[in-house]
């Protein structure tokens, strides 16, 4: 298993990650970053987020989740040090018990409704905020990294 295992995710200021499952999101601001930082590590996604997957991703080994899958032997599987959770909110709640960091990127906006970024449930951790990106400063957009305590 990888000894890191982060959860990378866009949030609103209400911790939505998309207005519906089958959302094409084109509100994140911090794309560049998440390709800079994906690249060259395995990422995990679950099959709503696979379909809503407009970019290529070339450079990453893509994991596709499902139901009938065993987290741990997905994880066991992985030979580097480093893999990534990229959602949904579904996909980040099950990796959620094996995570070691957050990388989350609040954006300016609410949504009324939508995916959470864990859809499911969850256990109550502490984080400790271990970097700041300030990925667009002028524009409020800061990456916060947490690891998981
Ligand atoms: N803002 C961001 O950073 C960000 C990042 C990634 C994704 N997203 C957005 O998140 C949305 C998708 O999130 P999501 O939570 O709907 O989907 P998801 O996590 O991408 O995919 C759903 C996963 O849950 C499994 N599943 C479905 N029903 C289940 C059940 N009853 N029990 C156990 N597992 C079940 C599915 O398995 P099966 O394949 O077997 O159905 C699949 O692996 C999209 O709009 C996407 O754009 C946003």
Redesign the pocket.
Known sequence: MPSQIII????TMNGY?????????SW?KDLPL?KKQTLGHPII??????K?ILNDLKGREII??????KPKEILDKINGDICFV???????A?FYQYATHLYITPHHLIFNKG?PLF?GEINEKKFKLINTIPYLPNEGIFQYQYKII
């Not at 996604?45 to 696979?50: A, V």
């Not at 596709?64 to 899958?69: A, G, I, N, Q």
Request: hydrophobic fraction near 40%; avoid cysteine; charge should be positive.
């Open positions: 990378i995710a866009a949030i990650i998309a207005r519906h499952s089958h959302e094409i999101i994140s998440f996604m679950g099959s709503n987020t696979k809503t596709v989740f499902h139901r009938s899958d990229v959602g949904g909110g579904k996909t980040n099950i995916i859809d």
